[in-house]
T-cell receptor
């Protein structure tokens, strides 16, 4: 089974802090994604990557950046955390156009 | 603009009865549809999918129906169980691009024992 691992289940950060969310997948998938999930808004795509060092903006990239130095690892960076970035963050991977496999999520609270 | 819509934010059903979750889409290029289930504090897990060449796909208690002319799909759960209580997301895919999956806003299903 595909395993997508997110490094933290819960994080609490202060406004203005730089925040790193890490994601690792073990199935050699080319494509990796970062979503955030908010009640009533569903899953919204922040960034995705289709190869090492390649990235594309999703629907809501403002305030975020990403890094993909190795195929198995995709990091989401909040340059200066704000309270409106309090959310559930979900990493996912897929091969080609097949189904997405999600990690368990990181619930981030920015105070 | 939301290309995949789940107009019912919540649904309550008695245990043992049928749950029907609905999803509408606007893009006629969508050719692959998926349902994901999400428990609180967990990531979504894949439930069932259907290709546009079919109008029905069944997996145990779960059946997905696709009506292409109406741009509508539905997920039927029979019989519903308390463990089915979760948020269900509909997703649709167009073509083979890396970023081609569009999600609905989710429906929270509560199955009452």
């Amino acid at each position: 089974d595909v395993k997508v691992t997110q490094s933290s289940r819960y994080l609490v950060k202060r406004t203005g802090e730089k925040v790193f969310l890490e994601c690792v997948q073990d199935m050699d998938h080319e494509n990796m994604f970062w979503y955030r999930q908010d009640p009533g808004l569903g899953l919204r795509l922040i960034y995705f990557s289709y190869d090492v060092k390649m990235k594309e903006k999703g629907d809501i990239p403002e305030g975020y950046s990403v890094s993909r130095e190795k195929k198995e690892r995709f990091s989401l960076i909040l340059e200066s955390a704000s309270t409106n970035q309090t959310s559930m963050y979900l990493c996912a991977s897929r091969i080609g156009s097949g189904k997405l496999f999600f990690g368990s999520g990181t619930q981030l609270s920015v105070l | 603009d939301q290309q995949v819509k789940q107009n019912s934010p919540s649904l309550s059903v008695q245990e043992g009865r049928i749950s029907i979750l609905n999803c509408d889409y606007t893009n006629s290029m969508f050719d692959y549809f998926l349902w994901y289930k999400k428990y609180p504090a967990e990531g979504p897990t894949f439930l069932i999918s259907i290709s546009s060449i079919k109008d029905k796909n069944e997996d145990g208690r779960f059946t997905v129906f696709l009506n292409k002319s109406a741009k509508h799909l539905s997920l039927h759960i029979v019989p519903s169980q308390p463990g089915d209580s979760a948020v269900y997301f509909c997703a649709a895919s167009a073509g083979t691009g890396a970023n081609n999956l569009f999600f609905g806003t989710g429906t929270r299903l509560t199955v009452i024992p």
